[in-house]
Nanobody, 122 residues
Framework: QVQLVESGGGLVQPGGSLRLSCAASGSIFSINNMGWYRQAPGKERELVAHISDGGHTKYADSVKGRFTISRDNVKNTVYLQMNSLKPEDTAVYSC????????????????WGQGTQVTVSS
């Protein structure tokens, strides 16, 4: 059983910073891509940032230059450093990871965390 547990959300003023963490635990043989998604009320879920197992990153245009995704392969953890936060960044942020629980898996399985609320407001 694989679990992704997020932490670090909360309320922050515009221009402030937050750092989200997502730790994978359980039966893990390998972790491929990891990413952060967000969903605001009344909107569809969107990709915020993505990092490959080789460290290549991709960002939504709306967060480029403000957010940084990173990962610690020893701790099986992905981070999202969010700076210069704006009210429009308010959403539930969820992490996603492609994980092979054992070496018998040919393709990774997509796992999701439970989500953490980020609210940017004065």
């Amino acid at each position: 059983q694989v679990q992704l547990v997020e932490s670090g959300g909360g309320l922050v003023q515009p221009g402030g910073s937050l750092r989200l963490s997502c730790a994978a635990s359980g039966s893990i043989f390998s972790i491929n891509n990891m990413g952060w998604y967000r969903q605001a009320p009344g909107k569809e879920r969107e990709l915020v940032a993505h990092i490959s197992d080789g460290g290549h990153t991709k960002y939504a245009d709306s967060v480029k230059g403000r957010f940084t995704i990173s990962r610690d392969n020893v701790k099986n953890t992905v981070y999202l450093q969010m700076n210069s936060l704006k009210p429009e960044d308010t959403a539930v942020y969820s992490c996603n990871a492609g994980i092979k629980p054992t070496d018998s898996y040919y393709f990774p399985v997509s796992y999701w965390g439970q989500g953490t609320q980020v609210t940017v407001s004065s």
